[in-house]
């Protein structure tokens, strides 16, 4: 099992060298922007779709950009493809649903013309018919600008085909979270992200290969915590050194996750054996629920307040974790607009919650260590 978290530990840490390694086999890539961009289009396409969260760093020429209250994820995003980072990348593709993500998009224009934006809008009222027609022509046109980046013409079988690899991906994703969450002692916190952040760079088809070995060996050995403390994550990254080597050296383990860059990037598969994979991606898209950046419950009007706490201390409950941990990314107005309300609710349900401010420009949050060693010696 070591052997094959080593894998995903090398693809997570060096994204570029997927990429070298991608390019040298003759292929090309598009950077996919936050968030639920589709990659099947990308990769039915025949490009490598390859994920542009930012990174821990810090924003030098990106602030000239921006203001500085705006997240660290949007200005890092920017500093890497000014850095030249992103050279290589065909196109980066995005649909801006919050106002840093907007201010990006207009920027990523004027700051890097060389690398195109290909943009699309996801409807709020995604599961009323009218949103779903909307996304579904939507990923239409989005498509036909991707099969232009490499001469293909859409052709209906080859993304068939991809819907069926990427929900094969996402399957041993939601087994690989469930087998963790129950083996605190095999898979540390760290291990656990670097597992799920591979599935942003690395050939889908390879990927899922060694998860799938993975999550065999990981099946064959017994289930225990061994003396660590299960917690739930939520927010909006978990990939941050110092916070996880904290959650690593202070003996906690993730038990289950509400994070966009993990478990609500693939909670939903797409129908498959269709005649429109657009319109099942659409669907797919309108099945999301629970995600603070996703304002309508499905309904016109329909945003329901209370599922995502109602969903966190249920997720505690079901994985057995001892507290919840949401990781408050800075400057993000729609989870810091939610997070105060869904840690009163987390513990108004008997469930000890942390809110734990996280920025990527900042290698070493000074207060995340006395929280997180508050939070243990509480549980303890
Ligand atoms: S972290 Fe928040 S503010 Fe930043 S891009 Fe994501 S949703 Fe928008």
Same mark, same amino acid.
Not at 111 to 137: C, H, I, M, W
Not at 348 to 365: K, S
């Given at each position: 099992?070591?052997?094959?978290?080593?894998?995903?530990?090398?693809?997570?840490?060096?994204?570029?060298?997927?990429?070298?390694?991608?390019?040298?086999?003759?292929?090309?890539?598009?950077?996919?922007?936050?968030?639920?961009?589709?990659?099947?289009?990308?990769?039915?396409?025949?490009?490598?779709?390859?994920?542009?969260?930012?990174?821990?760093?810090?924003?030098?020429?990106?602030?000239?950009?921006?203001?500085?209250?705006?997240?660290?994820?949007?200005?890092?995003?920017?500093?890497?493809?000014?850095?030249?980072?992103?050279?290589?990348?065909?196109?980066?593709?995005?649909?801006?649903?919050?106002?840093?993500?907007?201010?990006?998009?207009?920027?990523?224009?004027?700051?890097?013309?060389?690398?195109?934006?290909?943009?699309?809008?996801?409807?709020?009222?995604?599961?009323?018919?009218?949103?779903?027609?909307?996304?579904?022509?939507?990923?239409?046109?989005?498509?036909?600008?991707?099969?232009?980046?490499?001469?293909?013409?859409?052709?209906?079988?080859?993304?068939?085909?991809?819907?069926?690899?990427?929900?094969?991906?996402?399957?041993?994703?939601?087994?690989?979270?469930?087998?963790?969450?129950?083996?605190?002692?095999?898979?540390?916190?760290?291990?656990?992200? !670097? &597992?799920?952040?591979?599935?942003?760079? $690395? %050939?889908?088809?390879?990927?899922? *290969?060694?998860?799938? /070995?993975?999550? +065999? =060996?990981?099946?064959?050995?017994?289930?225990?915590?061994?003396?660590?403390?299960?917690?739930?994550?939520?927010?909006?990254?978990?990939?941050?050194?110092?916070?996880?080597?904290?959650?690593?050296?202070?003996?906690?383990?993730?038990?289950?996750?509400?994070?966009?860059?993990?478990?609500?990037?693939? !909670? &939903?598969?797409?129908?498959?054996?269709? $005649? %429109?994979?657009?319109?099942?991606? *659409?669907?797919?898209? /309108?099945?999301? +629920? =629970?995600?603070?950046?996703?304002?309508?419950?499905?309904?016109?009007?329909?945003?329901?307040?209370?599922?995502?706490?109602?969903?966190?201390?249920?997720?505690?409950?079901?994985?057995?974790?001892?507290?919840?941990?949401?990781?408050?990314?800075?400057?993000?107005?729609?989870?810091?607009?939610?997070?105060?309300?869904?840690?009163?609710?987390?513990? $108004?349900?008997?469930?000890?919650?942390?809110?734990?401010?996280?920025?990527?420009?900042?290698?070493?949050?000074?207060?995340?260590?006395?929280?997180?060693?508050?939070?243990?010696?509480?549980?303890?």
């Amino acid at each position: 099992m070591q052997d094959e978290l080593r894998w995903f530990e090398a693809a997570a840490a060096s994204p570029s060298a997927c990429l070298k390694q991608w390019q040298a086999q003759g292929g090309q890539a598009v950077g996919c922007l936050p968030y639920y961009v589709p990659e099947e289009l990308i990769w039915s396409a025949g490009l490598l779709p390859v994920r542009l969260w930012g990174a821990s760093t810090t924003a030098r020429r990106a602030g000239g950009w921006f203001p500085p209250y705006v997240c660290s994820l949007v200005q890092t995003d920017l500093e890497l493809a000014l850095a030249g980072v992103y050279q290589g990348l065909r196109a980066a593709v995005g649909a801006p649903v919050c106002d840093s993500l907007r201010c990006l998009s207009q920027n990523w224009r004027a700051a890097v013309p060389e690398l195109p934006l290909l943009t699309y809008s996801q409807p709020q009222n995604r599961a009323t018919d009218y949103g779903k027609a909307f996304l579904a022509g939507e990923y239409r046109r989005l498509w036909g600008q991707l099969c232009a980046l490499t001469d293909h013409a859409p052709e209906e079988a080859r993304l068939q085909e991809a819907i069926g690899l990427y929900n094969r991906s996402r399957a041993q994703r939601r087994r690989f979270t469930a087998l963790a969450g129950r083996r605190g002692r095999w898979v540390t916190a760290s291990e656990r992200c !670097a &597992v799920l952040k591979a599935a942003g760079f $690395a %050939d889908p088809r390879e990927y899922t *290969a060694h998860l799938t /070995a993975l999550n +065999d =060996r990981l099946e064959a050995l017994p289930a225990g915590d061994g003396g660590r403390i299960p917690v739930v994550t939520s927010g909006i990254l978990c990939d941050h050194p110092r916070i996880l080597a904290l959650l690593d050296e202070l003996g906690f383990f993730v038990a289950a996750d509400d994070v966009a860059a993990e478990s609500r990037s693939f !909670a &939903v598969d797409a129908p498959e054996y269709g $005649a %429109d994979g657009c319109a099942a991606l *659409a669907e797919q898209f /309108a099945a999301l +629920d =629970r995600d603070p950046l996703l304002w309508s419950g499905g309904t016109p009007g329909g945003f329901r307040p209370g599922d995502r706490e109602a969903h966190l201390a249920s997720l505690a409950r079901r994985s057995g974790a001892k507290a919840v941990v949401i990781l408050a990314q800075q400057f993000c107005d729609p989870e810091e607009l939610l997070s105060p309300g869904a840690k009163a609710a987390v513990e $108004a349900a008997g469930i000890p919650c942390l809110l734990l401010p996280v920025d990527q420009q900042v290698a070493d949050p000074g207060q995340a260590a006395t929280l997180l060693e508050t939070l243990r010696d509480l549980l303890e």
